[in-house]
């Protein structure tokens, strides 16, 4: 990586925090996105030509801030509010502090003035920087439909003048599961095959922050340790070309062991109480086991019972079929799987076709599970899921 990548990369770890500053100072969601956009797009231009800055984030910040000055100037806004910006903190040389801008920024995105689908969606657009095409993606709408809601979300934001902070006391777990919804789908975005490790780290970050703030909530410490334990297998993901490795071939000496004890420490003092804290001792059932062979998969299928009642989706009885077809049988896997198909919400679904594959070769017909993992393959979404496929397609073939 050259030393311009580099600092692109470091550049965009700060857009965020611009975006984010900039939006408290002004309180105009569009001119700080746009604003942290065109400093991007400047860096973008004069780095290669003109080499990197040594603190690429306060160059990016003093540039957006700069441009903000520019627009406000020109719209004649009030000296006070220009001195404000002018006065920007640098995010590069500031020690994070529990209400950094981000997480006052999650919780305006997140208030209950907003419907939920909004909130995420605002959030992942301004705080992960997601471009719109896909989160409509995510959540089954065309382009044009998203930006719309994106639009309107911060068109009611600024009409009701929500206040740009974390609130406090009942409001405060009024927008709680609002802002889990949030950082659990940014930290999905940043472990997917094809997502941006980054995102799951920011997503780390901010729960480590949300559980400082709320000690005595058992789903956002659940969250957290959820988080710890999925990200403790990183490394371990993928083999030395790229390509993903599955969860019964890989390494287990490279997890981050530190990372599986700090998670398991947090669930053993934290209750059960919501769907984060499921998920995240089914994750510490994975993360435990010696190898594969040893996973207590009859524990996993029963967490997987619970989480089908308390939070029941396609994705939650797919999995659940996984569970109980290791831990009771293949047949008895795919009597769920049919179960879990019979609505339609999997049809065309990779993931879905790859369990059946899964479950059919364990049956010992072969020929028919490869035939299967190929037609994954080709509705899979994106080439490393695709290419892992095959690869499970050749095994059998072989």
Request: net charge neutral.
């Amino acid at each position: 990586m050259t030393s311009v990548e580099a600092a692109v990369n470091a550049g965009w770890d700060s857009y965020a925090r611009i975006v984010a500053s900039l939006i408290r100072v002004t309180g105009d969601w569009t001119l700080a996105e746009d604003c942290a956009q065109e400093a991007m797009a400047a860096a973008l231009e004069r780095w290669p030509r003109d080499g990197a800055p040594a603190n690429p984030g306060g160059w990016l910040l003093t540039t957006a801030r700069n441009r903000a000055i520019d627009v406000l100037r020109r719209a004649a806004v009030e000296k006070t509010k220009l001195q404000e910006v002018a006065m920007l903190w640098d995010p590069t040389s500031r020690s994070f502090e529990i209400e950094d801008d981000r997480l006052r920024l999650i919780f305006t995105c997140c208030h209950p003035a907003l419907s939920l689908e909004a909130r995420v969606a605002l959030t992942l657009r301004t705080i992960a920087g997601v471009p719109t095409p896909d989160i409509a993606r995510a959540f089954l709408v065309t382009e044009s439909t998203m930006t719309r809601r994106i639009t309107r979300a911060k068109s009611k934001i600024a009409d009701a003048r929500i206040p740009y902070r974390v609130p406090t006391g009942p409001a405060l777990a009024e927008r709680l599961p609002g802002v889990l919804a949030v950082l659990y789908l940014l930290f999905t975005r940043g472990y997917d095959a094809d997502g941006e490790p980054a995102f799951a780290s920011e997503a780390i970050r901010l729960a480590r922050l949300l559980a400082t703030l709320m000690p005595s909530s058992p789903e956002v410490d659940s969250l957290l340790a959820l988080f710890l334990l999925q990200h403790s297998r990183r490394d371990a993901r993928r083999d030395a070309l790229g390509d993903l490795v599955t969860l019964e071939k890989q390494d287990r000496s490279r997890w981050d062991g530190p990372a599986i004890a700090e998670g398991v420490a947090i669930l053993m003092r934290t209750p059960v109480e919501g769907p984060y804290g499921v998920q995240a001792r089914i994750a510490a059932c994975h993360a435990t086991a010696h190898d594969f062979a040893d996973t207590d998969w009859g524990t996993i299928a029963r967490w997987y019972d619970e989480l089908g009642h308390i939070q029941p989706s396609p994705v939650v009885a797919l999995n659940r079929a996984v569970a109980h077809g290791y831990a009771f049988g293949p047949e008895v896997g795919l009597a769920l799987l049919a179960e879990a198909r019979a609505g339609g919400a999997l049809n065309d679904y990779a993931a879905a076709t790859a369990v059946e594959a899964d479950l059919i070769a364990r049956t010992g017909d072969r020929v028919r599970a490869a035939a299967l993992f190929r037609a994954a393959a080709a509705t899979a979404p994106s080439e490393v899921e695709r290419r892992a496929l095959l690869s499970r397609a050749a095994e059998l073939g072989a």
